[in-house]
């Protein structure tokens, strides 16, 4: 069963609006981490921000910021301000704790492109 | 996070070769991961590498055909054993950084085409 569900298989925004690219898990821990990736066409695999299962706040950086909703199993990315540079594959990705350890899964990747 | 550097950035290979690739971590790191990406696809874990022991795969990889070694806390080898144009694949050298969440990072990746 996916672990990881992007939905969103494209995505258009207009440059200087913000767009969300939506993610959804499933896991039975209590301890998770939630990341999304950003992976330019060059193709190297660019961090773009962490949430914690059991981080209250939404996690923000610049301007990034993760929508986690833990009771609907959703951890949806914002983009603000979308600049041409934004335009890439975004993969969400999540670690289970317990016998997982650190393996990180990957969700299917939403294609982003940014309009001039 | 550790820079992390991948060789070959890219290759052209001969079906039914051999090609390894290398990882180099600018840190000593506990565990390394390698991950491919196939044509279109997203990314799927092969193997966690720790030193000192052999490398353990995923469901649907094994040995015989990735072969991986760790001889140290900052290298490891990945090799994709008697190629076919279905190994054509981005191969991700990955290590859990030290910032929050244990987030891994990857190296540049490694294209392979197999014709």
């Known amino acids: 069963a996916q672990k990881i569900t992007q939905t969103q298989p494209g995505m258009f925004v207009q440059e200087k609006e913000a767009v969300t690219l939506d993610c959804t898990y499933d896991?039975?821990?209590?301890?998770?981490?939630l990341f999304w990736y950003k992976q330019p066409s060059s193709g190297e695999m660019i961090f773009l921000i962490y949430q914690g299962s059991y981080d209250e706040q939404n996690a923000t950086e610049g301007r990034y910021s993760l929508n986690f909703q833990k009771a609907r199993k959703s951890a949806n990315l914002v983009i603000s301000a979308s600049q041409l540079g934004d335009s890439a594959m975004y993969f969400c990705a999540m670690r289970e704790g317990g016998a997982g350890g650190f393996k990180t899964i990957f969700g299917a990747g939403t294609r982003l492109f940014v309009k001039a | 996070s550790a820079v992390i550097s991948q060789k070959p950035s890219r290759d052209i290979c001969q079906r039914g070769t051999s090609l390894t690739i290398q990882c180099q971590v600018d840190?000593?790191?506990?565990?390394m991961f390698w991950y491919r990406q196939q044509p279109g696809q997203s990314l799927t874990l092969i193997a966690t590498?720790?030193?000192?022991?052999?490398?353990?795969?995923e469901s649907g990889f094994v040995i015989d055909k990735f072969p991986i070694s760790r001889p140290n806390l900052t290298f490891s080898t990945l090799t994709v054993s008697n190629m076919s144009p279905e190994d054509s694949s981005i191969y991700l050298c990955?290590?859990?950084?030290?910032?929050?969440?244990?987030?891994?990072?990857f190296g540049e990746g490694s294209w392979l085409t197999v014709v």
């Open positions: 840190s000593q790191v506990t565990m």
């Open positions: 896991t039975s821990d209590q301890s998770y981490g």
């Open positions: 590498a720790n030193q000192g022991s052999e490398a353990t795969y």
């Open positions: 990955s290590v859990v950084g030290t910032g929050v969440g244990n987030t891994i990072y």
